[in-house]
């Protein structure tokens, strides 16, 4: 689901949160939510990207009711943005490992054609909110991904939708060797993507807590 998800990203832009859990966490590296290469992604700054797109969005439907339901539509944003961190991490190694590099004219070429096409940035900006949970400030570099993940597409001869793409991902991610902390699940690298873990350390407190009071 990750992967088709991210897929779709990829290809289009040329072109209540997870439940509460208690784990042992990796004692390697405390305050970590994942480690990608050796280096971090914390707890905050996971927590910050999740705040972020929130925060646009109660923009964005000030109702409450929808607010709510846009909530509720929106569940597993805590692991499909760690998803998202790690695979963006996973793709600037893989396109610099390939010389392969984008400038900041690219971006903005790239995003004054999509303005265009959706009515100027406020219609590019709201698209992407909603279509793919990017907030406003992270669409340029969201776009420097897109464009990246299509370069690296080209110099394989394939394109970002194709085997031969993630092929190249995954040969990276297991070069990386990415951790997750078991709150947030396991990172499948032959896959590329985030996977649900089921670990006998990892406890869903609410489960627990509606247990003790049963």
């Not at 004219?105 to 959706?118: P, S």
Request: aromatic share 4%; charged share 20%.
């Amino acid at each position: 689901m990750h992967r088709r998800r991210t897929a779709l990203l990829l290809s289009a832009a040329i072109m209540a949160a997870a439940p509460l859990l208690t784990a042992c966490g990796n004692d390697a590296h405390p305050g970590a939510a994942a480690v990608v290469g050796g280096q971090r992604i914390t707890v905050a700054q996971l927590e910050n990207r999740v705040n972020e797109v929130r925060t646009a969005q109660r923009a964005a439907v000030p109702d409450d009711a929808q607010y709510a339901q846009v909530v509720s539509q929106t569940g597993t944003l805590t692991r499909d943005t760690l998803h998202g961190m790690v695979l963006d991490r996973v793709l600037d190694r893989a396109a610099e490992d390939a010389g392969i590099s984008v400038s900041r004219g690219e971006v903005q070429q790239a995003r004054a054609g999509l303005e265009q096409q959706w009515g100027g940035a406020k219609g590019l900006e709201t698209s992407w909110l909603q279509q793919y949970g990017i907030p406003p400030q992270r669409v340029d570099e969201n776009l420097r991904l897109q464009l990246e993940a299509q370069k690296l597409a080209t110099s394989l001869g394939t394109t970002t939708s194709e085997p031969a793409f993630w092929s190249a991902l995954s040969k990276t991610s297991k070069e990386l060797g990415v951790d997750l902390n078991p709150r947030y699940g396991d990172w499948d690298a032959q896959k590329v993507s985030r996977v649900d873990a089921k670990t006998p350390w990892v406890r869903d407190v609410t489960s627990a807590g509606t247990q003790q009071t049963t």
